[in-house]
């Protein structure tokens, strides 16, 4: 008799336990201050040497100019000119990672991208509440490397949006996948 309460104490706990193995796990929260903010400061990271003017026209600061731009013109935020009026400090960098550049691929490497990385921080206690990446994706011509320059910008943006509740309108571009 013993051996059977067991038993289906055992079977209810994995019962138990399957039932809540197959509910979606709750989603992790965004940083209320990401919520609330109304202003907005960005920051130039700058971007790794080689990269301008080739394989991006323009120079170090474009991928900033033109997240501000984007923002500026599309965004509920206001942005601000002095980190210690925002309520977010967001900063930009461009980063042209280190790896493998050997042609025999066979072992399954490959070369990096380069890859923006958007910080954002709260100014108030400084710390990282949120970080967003995107790999500019490879081109062999000028014109496509810049389009996908633009493309990765136009996606941080969009995510910027999004995570603080904004969707991002079509003249901002909608992220890309």
Known sequence: MKTLRVSALLAFIFAAAAALAQQPAPAAPTPAPILSAKTI??????????????????????????????????????????????????????????????????????????????????????????????????AVLQKTHDRNFDTAISYLGGQFLALGGHAPNAAAGAPAP
């Open 41 to 138: 400061f960005i920051s130039n990271g700058g971007a790794d040497a080689g990269l301008f003017p080739e394989p991006f026209s323009g120079d170090p600061s474009r991928g900033y100019e033109e997240l501000y731009a984007m923002l500026k013109a599309h965004s509920p935020y206001r942005l601000v000119d002095d980190p210690s009026q925002a309520d977010l400090v967001l900063e930009l960098r461009l980063t042209a990672p280190y790896g493998p550049s050997r042609p025999d691929k066979v072992e399954g490497t490959s070369d990096p991208l380069p890859m923006f990385t958007l910080i954002i921080y709260d100014r108030r206690s400084h710390y990282v509440l949120w970080t967003l990446t995107r790999t500019v994706e490879y």
